[in-house]
């Protein structure tokens, strides 16, 4: 009988309906609720480049480590798109050393290279993907943590010396957790992503994305605007775009739309509902 990953098998764990940044659901709440979880952390004594800080965020089973280290480089600038609150993603492989400071577009890289477009298998294990970060761009694999005991640990540059970790308490906290059924699926036939497990590459993402709604929250509010524009900005657009690119692995979009949508979005290429549906055969709808 073959490995070869099907998206029938997973079909039970992956069924996602239609994602709605409505002010009625709860991915409003989630969002915001971890962006003041990052608007609240102690800043005292840190600046960007000579004293940061790390907290351990999550762990994969493979032993990687998933920090967020604060404060981020937009913490620095003396112009009107500094961010204080920027921190970048980091993560620990299992030899010690820390993987790479991806941008989206490296993601999207990552993406072509890992998956052989044309070959079956990879436009199955592509629709897969196109559902798990379509559920995390809408949240509905976090799951909420009343209160998070992270340890944590300084960082001194400029040799980037790191402190013992210290135990130090969190408010109210939505982490990810992927569906681990069909992680370990992708993993048994797909094991290296960049350099890490399809766990940590995941939670690499989560971590991204969160940063960028801490960003653009920051902007519209802190910086003069009156108002959050929470459903267009942040997470949800930059992960839909991550969907409209494997849309191009499985064939259901056009390159050309692709780039059109690039351009009319100024950066960003969401996806809509009725192309999530078709890029993830029927999965999402």
């Known amino acids: 009988?073959?490995?070869?990953?099907?998206?029938?098998?997973?079909?039970?764990?992956?069924?996602?309906?239609?994602g709605r940044a409505s002010s009625k659901g709860d991915i409003r709440t989630k969002r915001e609720t971890n962006i003041v979880w990052i608007q609240h952390l102690d800043r005292q004594g840190l600046e960007y480049g000579k004293a940061e800080r790390q907290i351990l965020i999550d762990r994969t089973r493979a032993g990687e480590r998933l920090f967020l280290q604060y404060p981020g480089k937009e913490s620095a600038r003396d112009d009107s798109f500094q961010r204080?609150?920027?921190?970048?993603?980091?993560?620990?492989?299992?030899?010690?050393?820390?993987?790479?400071?991806?941008?989206?577009?490296?993601?999207?890289?990552?993406?072509f290279v890992k998956l052989d477009v044309g070959t079956q298998e990879s436009v199955e294990v592509a629709r897969?993907?196109?559902?798990?970060?379509?559920?995390?761009?809408?949240?509905?694999?976090?799951?909420?943590?009343?209160?998070?005991?992270?340890?944590?640990?300084?960082?001194h540059?400029?040799?980037?010396?790191?402190s013992e970790y210290y135990p130090r308490g969190y408010g109210r906290l939505f982490r990810y957790k992927p569906p681990?059924?069909?992680?370990?699926?992708?993993?048994?036939?797909?094991?290296?992503?960049?350099?890490?497990s399809l766990e940590g590459f995941l939670h690499l993402n989560d971590?991204?994305?969160?940063?960028?709604?801490?960003?653009?929250?920051?902007?519209?509010?802190?910086?003069?605007?009156?108002?959050?524009n929470w459903p267009r900005t942040g997470r949800i657009n930059n992960?839909?775009?991550?969907?409209?690119?494997?849309?191009?692995?499985?064939?259901?979009?056009k390159l050309t739309r692709l780039l059109n949508k690039f351009q009319r979005q100024r950066g960003v290429a969401t996806v809509t509902g009725d192309e999530a549906e078709i890029i993830s055969k029927g999965l999402i709808g």
């Open 207 to 228: 971590l991204m994305a969160w940063n960028e709604d801490v960003k653009y929250y920051y902007r519209e509010t802190e910086g003069g605007s009156e108002e959050w």
């Open 84 to 111: 204080p609150w920027d921190f970048r993603p980091k993560i620990e492989l299992t030899d010690g050393t820390y993987g790479p400071d991806w941008s989206f577009g490296d993601v999207w890289d990552n993406l």
């Open 180 to 196: 681990l059924e069909v992680v370990d699926a992708l993993s048994s036939r797909f094991g290296d992503w960049g350099g890490m």
């Open 157 to 162: 540059f400029p040799q980037e010396r790191v």
């Open 128 to 155: 897969i993907l196109s559902v798990l970060f379509y559920r995390m761009a809408f949240m509905m694999d976090h799951e909420e943590a009343p209160r998070v005991e992270a340890k944590t640990r300084d960082v």
């Open 1 to 18: 009988m073959s490995d070869r990953i099907r998206l029938e098998d997973h079909r039970s764990s992956l069924v996602t309906p239609i």
């Open 239 to 253: 992960l839909l775009t991550h969907v409209s690119v494997l849309g191009i692995i499985t064939g259901d979009l």
